[in-house]
C-alpha cells in the first residue's frame, strides 16, 4: 500500500456487509422461486445453503470488522499483476468469448449461469478489498462501468440462451419461441401499466443511486496543472486505447467515423432475410460474429481496459497494482521503413538533399516509404477481390460490387486495428507508413 | 353520487378527457386513440412485443432517462451560471448548500445510464435482427440518436468545470486537430493552402471550431452549454419523433413473420 487510507478496511466494512448481504436475499428470493414455481426443492435447498448461508456468513465477517481476511492471497494478486498485460488482456477477453460461444450450450443452463453470476460476484467481493482494486473500480464515475459489464454479461446470456433454444426449435422445423406469442392484447392495461411500474422503478432505482454516490467534483479546472493519467469520458476510453495503436486521426477521427458509417451500412449490407425478428445465432452466423467481435471485444474490452487497466502515463496496471507515475516502461518501437532500409539493407533512411524542392522531398519520401505503401495497397485495394473470387464468392455474387466493396472494406479497416495490436506485439512495429511532414502516421 | 363520480361527470373533466374510465374493452381502445401521450402506442400488439424478455424495455427505458436528463437539466440550469467565474462556484454550491442538490446526481447518474441503455437497445436490436427490412432507416436513425447521446453526454461532462471536466474535454477534442485535411496538426491539411497562405490554422481548425479558442477556455464552455442545453436536445427530440413514428410506421415492434 502506498499512501492509502491507513483505515481502509474498516471504510469498507458497511458496504461490504451489505454487499454480501444482498447476494443472499437475492440467491433466497432465486431459491424461493426454483421452489415455490417450479418445484424443484433440491436445487432449492442447494441454493440457499451453498449461496445463501455462504454469503450471510461473509456478510457477518464483514460487519463485524474482519474485512482483512476477506480477501484474495497476496501471492495470487501479485501473481495477476504480474502477468497481466494488454497482451494477455486483449488475448485473454477473445479467448473468453470464444469459449463462451462454442460451449453455449453449456454456459447457457440457468443452472451454470447462475452459479457463474455468484461466483463473479465473489471475486469482485474478494477484490474490494484490495485498496488499489477498490480505489479505481469506486471511483464515482468508473462505478457505471461497473454496472455496464454486469448489465451486458446478464442481456447477453439472456439472448444466447433464447437464440439457443430457437435454433433447437429451428432444427425441428418448429418456428421460434417468439411466434408462439403472437396472440393480440390491449396495449392499456398490458403495456401501459408495465410502462408505468418501470417508470417508477427506475425513478426508485435513480433516487438510491443518487443518495447513495455523489457525483464527482475535483480540484478547479486549471490548465497549468495536467493530472496524470488524463483521460476522456469513460465511453471514449475505448477510442483513447486506440492511440497506443494508432495517431490520432486514425484513432479518434477516422476509425469513429468508420464505426458510425459501418452500424448505419449494416441494414443495407445485411442480404440474410432470415433472423428478424427473434433471437437467433444459427440463421446468421456471419453477422452475428462479426456484430459482437465488434461490440463487445473491440468497443467494450477496450473501454474496460482504457478505464480500469490504463493507469499514469497510460502504462498497464494490473488490476490490484498501485498506479505509480514513476513507472518506467522501455519503449523500443520502430517503424516498417526503419525495417526494411536499415536491418534488411543495412543502408540509412532515404534522404532527400535539404536544398531539394518539394517534387523532390515528395520523391524521396514515397521512396522511403515505399514498403509500406505496397503493403497498405495489398491490404486494401488487392485484398477484396481476392476475397471475393475465394472466401466471400458467395457474397459477392449476392452482393452485387458496390454493396460488397463497402462490406470489405469496411472489415478490412475493423480488422486494421487487431492486426496493428499483433504487428505491435510481436515486431514492435510503430507506424507501417511514416511520414511526420505531412501528419501521415498509419 | 360518489365524489369521485361527481368529479368524472364534471364538463371540466370531460372537456380533458372524451371518454370514460378505460374499464371495458370500448373504452380501453379509445383511451389510446384520444389522449395525446398514449397515441403514440397501438391499440393492440402481439404479446411478444411486449415480453420483457424480448424488448429487455431499453428503448423505453432511455427514453424515460432522457425525459429525467431533460426536467432535472432545466431545473440545474437554474442553479447554474456557464462563466469561468461562477461555473465551478454553483457546482459547489449544488454540492454543499443548495437543497435540491441531489439534482445534480440525479441528472448525472441518469446521463451515464442512459449511454448504457442506448448501447443495450442497440444490442437487443442487433440481436433481434429487427434492423433488417422494412427497418432499415430506423436503425439509421437509431445510430445517429446514439452518438447525440454520447454527444450530450461528452458536452455536458465539460460543465461542472473542475479538473475532471475540462482535461476529459481537453483529451477529447485534441482528436479535432488531428482530422485530416480540417485539423491544424491533421494529414493533408496541405492540401488548403492558397498560396503561401495557410487555410487550416491553430486558429481556424476543426478544434477551434469545436471549442472557440486555443484551449479549453471560456469559450468552450459557453459553446457547450448552447450545445448541451438546446442544439443537442432539439435535435435529439426531433429524431426521437421520426424514431417512434418509424417504429409505427414500419408495422410496430419487431417479431417473426
Known amino acids: 500500500m502506498h499512501g492509502h487510507d491507513p483505515h481502509f478496511y474498516e471504510s469498507i466494512q458497511g458496504f461490504l456487509g451489505s454487499y454480501y448481504l444482498v447476494l443472499s436475499i437475492m440467491n433466497a428470493v432465486a431459491a424461493l422461486y426454483l421452489w415455490r414455481r417450479l418445484g424443484r426443492w433440491l436445487e432449492a435447498a442447494l441454493l440457499v445453503v451453498l449461496f445463501g448461508g455462504g454469503f450471510v456468513v461473509l456478510s457477518g465477517i464483514a460487519y463485524g470488522g474482519g474485512t482483512r481476511v476477506l480477501g484474495l492471497p497476496q501471492s495470487f494478486k501479485d501473481f495477476v499483476n504480474a502477468n497481466t498485460g494488454p497482451v494477455i488482456y486483449t488475448l485473454g477477453t477473445t479467448a473468453v468469448l470464444v469459449i463462451f460461444f462454442v460451449f453455449r450450450r453449456f454456459f447457457t443452463k440457468p443452472a451454470v449461469a447462475w452459479v457463474s453470476l455468484n461466483l463473479a460476484l465473489l471475486f469482485m467481493g474478494l477484490s474490494m478489498t484490495d485498496p488499489n482494486f477498490s480505489l479505481i473500480v469506486t471511483k464515482p464515475d468508473n462505478v457505471p462501468i461497473v454496472g455496464l459489464i454486469f448489465l451486458l454479461g446478464f442481456f447477453t446470456w439472456l439472448a444466447t440462451y433464447k437464440a439457443v433454444l430457437n435454433d433447437d426449435r429451428l432444427a425441428q422445423g418448429l418456428p421460434p419461441l417468439e411466434k408462439e406469442d403472437s396472440e393480440k392484447v390491449l396495449v392499456w392495461p398490458d403495456l401501459v401499466y408495465t410502462e408505468l411500474i418501470c417508470m417508477i422503478a427506475l425513478t426508485a432505482l435513480l433516487l438510491v443511486w443518487a443518495i447513495g454516490l455523489k457525483a464527482p467534483l475535483e480540484a478547479p479546472a486549471s490548465s497549468v496543472k495536467t493530472p496524470n493519467p488524463s483521460k476522456a469520458p469513460w465511453y471514449f476510453l475505448g477510442l483513447q486505447e486506440m492511440l497506443v495503436y494508432y495517431d490520432p486521426w486514425m484513432a479518434g477521427v477516422v476509425l469513429p467515423s468508420l464505426v458510425l458509417v459501418g452500424l448505419m451500412a449494416i441494414p443495407f449490407l445485411d442480404f440474410n432475410k432470415k433472423g428478424n425478428g427473434y433471437y437467433t445465432i444459427a440463421e446468421r452466423p456471419f453477422g452475428y460474429i462479426i456484430f459482437q467481435l465488434g461490440f463487445l471485444e473491440l468497443w467494450i474490452t477496450l473501454i474496460i481496459l482504457g478505464t480500469f487497466l490504463r493507469g499514469p502515463n497510460w502504462n498497464f496496471f494490473g488490476p490490484y497494482e498501485y498506479w505509480d507515475p514513476h513507472k518506467v516502461l522501455a519503449l523500443n518501437n520502430k517503424d516498417l521503413s526503419q525495417f526494411f532500409w536499415v536491418d534488411l539493407l543495412d543502408s540509412g533512411l532515404p534522404k532527400a538533399p535539404s536544398d531539394s524542392g518539394t517534387l523532390v522531398q515528395l520523391g524521396y519520401i514515397l521512396k522511403r516509404e515505399c514498403v509500406g505503401f505496397v503493403g497498405l495497397a495489398v491490404y486494401f485495394v488487392l485484398l477484396p477481390p481476392i476475397l471475393a473470387m475465394t472466401v466471400f464468392r458467395k457474397f459477392f455474387a449476392r452482393m452485387g460490387f458496390i454493396r460488397y466493396m463497402l462490406m470489405s472494406n469496411l472489415l478490412l479497416f475493423m480488422a486494421a486495428l487487431p492486426l496493428k495490436m499483433v504487428l505491435r506485439w510481436v515486431f514492435n512495429l510503430k507506424y507501417i507508413v511514416h511520414i511526420d511532414e505531412y501528419f501521415l502516421n498509419f | ?257
Not at chain 2, 55 to 70: I, N
Not at chain 2, 122 to 129: A, E, H, I, N, S
Open chain 2, 1 to 257: 353520487m360518489s365524489l369521485g363520480e361527481t368529479i368524472r361527470n364534471s364538463q371540466v373533466w370531460k372537456s380533458i378527457f372524451r371518454h370514460p374510465m378505460p374499464l371495458d374493452r370500448r373504452n380501453r381502445i379509445v383511451v389510446m386513440l384520444t389522449n395525446f401521450f398514449l397515441h403514440l402506442h397501438p391499440v393492440s400488439i402481439k404479446k411478444q412485443g411486449i415480453a420483457l424478455s424480448y424488448t429487455w424495455c431499453m428503448g423505453g427505458v432511455t427514453f424515460f432517462l432522457f425525459l429525467v436528463e431533460t426536467v432535472t437539466g432545466v431545473l440545474l440550469m437554474f442553479y447554474y451560471r456557464p462563466t469561468l467565474e461562477w461555473a465551478y462556484h454553483d457546482i459547489l454550491d449544488l454540492r454543499d448548500v443548495t437543497s435540491l442538490g441531489i439534482l445534480r446526481e440525479l441528472h448525472r447518474w441518469g446521463a451515464h445510464a442512459m449511454v448504457i441503455t442506448v448501447w443495450l437497445h442497440m444490442y437487443r436490436v442487433f440481436l433481434t435482427g429487427s434492423y433488417k427490412p422494412p427497418r432499415e432507416f430506423n436503425w439509421v436513425v437509431g445510430v445517429i440518436l446514439l452518438l447525440l447521446t454520447l454527444l450530450l453526454s461528452f458536452s455536458g461532462y465539460l460543465l461542472p468545470f473542475d479538473q475532471l471536466a475540462i482535461w476529459a474535454i481537453t483529451v477529447g477534442s485534441n482528436m479535432a486537430r488531428a482530422s485530416p485535411i480540417l485539423g491544424y496538426e491533421g494529414p493533408f491539411q496541405q492540401l488548403l493552402q492558397i498560396g503561401d497562405i495557410d487555410m487550416i490554422t491553430d486558429t481556424s481548425d476543426a478544434r477551434f471550431v469545436t471549442i472557440g479558442e486555443r484551449n479549453v477556455g471560456e469559450m468552450t464552455l459557453n459553446r457547450f452549454y448552447v450545445l448541451h442545453c438546446i442544439g443537442l436536445p432539439l435535435a435529439v427530440t426531433l429524431l426521437l419523433a421520426i424514431h417512434f413514428w418509424r417504429v409505427r410506421k414500419d408495422g410496430g415492434i419487431s417479431g417473426p413473420l
